[in-house]
Structures are given as structure tokens and as C-alpha cells.
């Protein structure tokens, strides 16, 4: 079954929903002064988007082979 006819893509479906829940994330991060505290600040802000997509639809979305 096809759900997704708006889009070409299954990315461009994913993508088209975190734009749209983009807006209601936060993502005003502090700076710690080490790209590390950084990065675990920033991850920890996205942690519901990873929990509602999956890992392989985000590598596909950031693959080549994704957005053709």
C-alpha cells in the first residue's frame, strides 16, 4: 500500500514530517565550550525525533541514495 503518494520518495515523506515537528523543538543550545558536551546537549534535544523514526529511515534520508 502506498501512503505516501504527496512525495516521490519515502525520504522526502520523513523529511517533509521533521520539518514540520521542527518548530516545536527546541533547539537553542547553550554553548559548553567542548564540542562534545555540545553534541550530547544537542542529541538529547532531537531524542524524540530518533524515537519516532526509524534508523534505517534516517540513514536513508542522509544517504545518497536517498534524495535522488
Given at each position: 500500500?502506498?501512503?505516501y503518494l504527496r512525495w516521490p520518495?519515502?525520504?522526502f515523506l520523513?523529511?517533509?514530517a521533521i520539518s514540520r515537528q521542527a518548530p516545536l523543538i527546541e533547539l537553542e543550545i547553550a554553548d559548553y565550550g567542548s564540542l562534545r558536551e555540545d553534541?550530547?546537549?544537542l542529541?538529547?534535544?532531537l531524542d524524540p525525533i530518533f524515537e519516532i523514526i526509524r534508523p534505517d529511515d534516517i540513514r536513508d534520508v542522509?544517504?545518497?541514495e536517498g534524495i535522488k
Open positions: 500500500m502506498v501512503i520518495q519515502k525520504c520523513i523529511l517533509a553534541l550530547i546537549v542529541l538529547k534535544v542522509i544517504s545518497n
